[in-house]
C-alpha cells in the first residue's frame, strides 16, 4: 500500500469513526439554505420555501431515493396565519409517491400535472416521452388533477415528501438495496428526521399526517400501525436514522395493497367464480383483451378461497355491536354483509349526490334509499383483474414477489400456498419480513404506537386488491379504539387524492 493510500484510509477510519460518534450530527436541517417559489392555484398565488433533497438518514445506502423536499408556506416566517394555523400548529403533510412497490423520488411541487404517483411499473414517463408501444398516450391515462402538494401548501400545511427505495433498486455491484423492508425503512427514518428538526423549522412534527396510494397507501398504514415497533430499530440504525420517534398522528391510505401474505386468499374470497379477467393498471394495454382463466387457474382460486374464513375467523374482529364477525366454510357471514353494507353506503352517498343509480341493476333502491346489494352481480360487474394467486404468483411474476427478494434473490415466494404450488424453483422469504410489511400485526400490540386518526378511501371498482383488505384493517383499528372513516367511493378505480378538499376538510377536523 502506497503510503498516501494508507494516509487516505487513516483520515477516512477518523472521520467515519466521528460520524460514529454523532451519527445524527448531519442531520439539522440546514434552514439557510432555501428557495423561494412562487405557485398558483385556484388563480390564487402562494409563496413558499423550498428545502429540496435533504439527506433524511446520515448513513445512506441510495442518495438518489433517501431524501426528502419539504416545503413551508412563506407566511410562517413572518409570523402570519394560513387557514388558522401557524408556524407552531400547522400539520406537516407527509405525502410519498410510492407506486407498486418500486423506488420512489421525493414529491415536488412542480410533478407532471397528471397526478403525482408513478405507476405500477415505475418512474412516471416525462411529458416528453413517448408512451411505450401499444399504450394510449399519458393524456388519456391519468386525468388531471390539481397538485397534492400545491393544494396542501395552499390549505396551510407544511409539506414534507420523502423518498424511498423500493423493488428493483441496485448498488453499484448489482446487488438489490431496495427489497423489504427497506421502503417502509426510510419513510420511518424520514418521519424521524422531521421530529429530529421540530424545533428548527415551522410544522408541528406532533401532527404528522401520511397520504400514499396502493402501495404508497399501503406504506402510509404501515407508518401508522408500526410507531416506534422496536422489529425496524436494526434497520434504522444501519441507515443512520434521526434518533427520534417514528410514530406518526394521523393516516391517510387510497387503495391500500396491504396485508400481502393474506390478500391472494381475499381476492378469490372476492372474485372465485369470475373466470374472465382483464389485466388493468396505467399501464396496461388500453386495448387489453378479456381473457379465461386456465383450468388450473381455477383450481388455485377455489383452492385460495377456502382460505379466507378460517384466516378471517382467526381475526375475532367484532362489529360496532361487538358481534364476533365470521364466515362460514363457503365464505358466508356477517363479515360478507359487513362489506355489502359498505357498498351500500357508497351507493347510498352517490344517489344523495344525484347519481342515477338505474344503470346499476345489482343496487337495489326503494324511496330514495339503498336497501339492498346483488353482491354477486356487483362484483362481476367490476370484474377480476388478476390471476390466481393475485399477488404471490406462482411463476413469481407479480410486483409483490419481487418486493420480497433479498439481495441477491430477486424475487420470492412469501405465503405458504405459493411456496407449496410454485410453478418454478424458488425460495421464500424471511417470516419477520413478511410480519414487517403488514399493518394487521402490529395494530393494538403493547410498546407499538398507533396513529390515533385514519381515513381510508377504498374506491368500489377498485379490482387491484379485495375489499376485504382495507375493511378489515379498519375493523382491527376499530377494535382497538382507533378512530377510522373508511369509505368505498361509488365507481372509484384504483386511484387516489382525487377528493383533497374532503381528504383536507377532514385533517382540519382532527387537527384544529
Ligand atoms: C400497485 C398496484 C397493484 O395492483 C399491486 O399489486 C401493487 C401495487 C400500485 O398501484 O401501487
Redesign the pocket.
Given at each position: 500500500m502506497k503510503k498516501t493510500t494508507l494516509l487516505c484510509v487513516v483520515c477516512l477510519g477518523f472521520f467515519s469513526a466521528l460520524k460514529a460518534q454523532n451519527p445524527t450530527e448531519n442531520l439539522k436541517l440546514d434552514t439557510s439554505k432555501f428557495q423561494v417559489q412562487e405557485l398558483t392555484i385556484d388563480g390564487k398565488t402562494i409563496k413558499v420555501r423550498a428545502f429540496e433533497n435533504r439527506m433524511y438518514v446520515s448513513n445512506p445506502v441510495d442518495t438518489a431515493y433517501q431524501k426528502m423536499n419539504i416545503y413551508i408556506p412563506e407566511a410562517y416566517f413572518n409570523n402570519q396565519t394560513v387557514n388558522g394555523y401557524t408556524a407552531q400548529t400547522a400539520p406537516i403533510f407527509f405525502p410519498n409517491k410510492v407506486?407498486?412497490?418500486m423506488p420512489a423520488k421525493p414529491a415536488t411541487t412542480k410533478d407532471n400535472p397528471m397526478g403525482m404517483r408513478p405507476p405500477?411499473n415505475g418512474e412516471m414517463p416525462t411529458m416528453g416521452n413517448r408512451p411505450p408501444e401499444g399504450l394510449p398516450p399519458m393524456r388519456e391515462r391519468m386525468p388531471s388533477k390539481p397538485l397534492t402538494v400545491v393544494a396542501a401548501l395552499a390549505r396551510g400545511y407544511v409539506v414534507a415528501s420523502p423518498g424511498a427505495r423500493g423493488r428493483t433498486l441496485k448498488d453499484q455491484n448489482g446487488n438489490f438495496t431496495g427489497k423489504a423492508p427497506a421502503g417502509i425503512v426510510d419513510l420511518k427514518a424520514a418521519v424521524r428526521y422531521l421530529k429530529f428538526n421540530d424545533a428548527v423549522m415551522p410544522g408541528d412534527a406532533n401532527k404528522i399526517i401520511s397520504n400514499g396510494?396502493?402501495?404508497?397507501g399501503a406504506m402510509s398504514t404501515l407508518l401508522g400501525a408500526t410507531g416506534d415497533a422496536v422489529d425496524y430499530e436494526p434497520f434504522l440504525k444501519a441507515i443512520g436514522a434521526a434518533k427520534a420517534s417514528d410514530a406518526i398522528f394521523a393516516v391517510s391510505a387510497y387503495c391500500p395493497?396491504t396485508n400481502l401474505e393474506h390478500a391472494d386468499m381475499a381476492y378469490e374470497w372476492q372474485f372465485d367464480g369470475i373466470n374472465t379477467y382483464k389485466k388493468g393498471?396505467p399501464f396496461a394495454k388500453k386495448d387489453a383483451q378479456p381473457q379465461e382463466l386456465t383450468t388450473d387457474q381455477i383450481k388455485v382460486s377455489q383452492a385460495l378461497k377456502v382460505l379466507f374464513p378460517d384466516y378471517l375467523n382467526g381475526l375475532q374482529l367484532k362489529d360496532k355491536k361487538g358481534v364476533v364477525l365470521s364466515l362460514d366454510k363457503s365464505g358466508n357471514g356477517n363479515f360478507k354483509t359487513l362489506v355489502q353494507s359498505y357498498v351500500m353506503a357508497s351507493a347510498q352517498k352517490a344517489l344523495d349526490s344525484g347519481v342515477d343509480l338505474s344503470e346499476f341493476p345489482f343496487v337495489k333502491v326503494a324511496q330514495l334509499k339503498v336497501v339492498g346489494i346483488d353482491y354477486e352481480a356487483y362484483v362481476k360487474f367490476i370484474g377480476r383483474q388478476k390471476t390466481p394467486p393475485a399477488?404471490d404468483a406462482l411463476d413469481l411474476s407479480?410486483?409483490?414477489t419481487q418486493l420480497f427478494g433479498t439481495a441477491t434473490i430477486d424475487n420470492q415466494h412469501f405465503t405458504a400456498f405459493s411456496k407449496a404450488n410454485s410453478t418454478v424453483t424458488a425460495t421464500t422469504a424471511d417470516d419477520q419480513l413478511i410480519k414487517m410489511m403488514n399493518p394487521m400485526h402490529y395494530i393494538g400490540v403493547s410498546g407499538v404506537a398507533t396513529s390515533k386518526h385514519w381515513r381510508i378511501r377504498h374506491g368500489s371498482n377498485d379490482k387491484?386488491?379485495g375489499l376485504a383488505i382495507s375493511i378489515m384493517l379498519a375493523t382491527l383499528l376499530e377494535n382497538n379504539n382507533v378512530q377510522v372513516d373508511l369509505a368505498l367511493p361509488w365507481q372509484k378505480p384504483?386511484s387516489g387524492d382525487y377528493d383533497l378538499d374532503e381528504l383536507f376538510q377532514w385533517i382540519d377536523g382532527i387537527c384544529k
Open positions: 407506486g407498486g412497490y405500477i396510494t396502493s402501495a404508497g395493497i393498471g399477488f407479480s410486483p409483490e387491484d386488491t384504483h
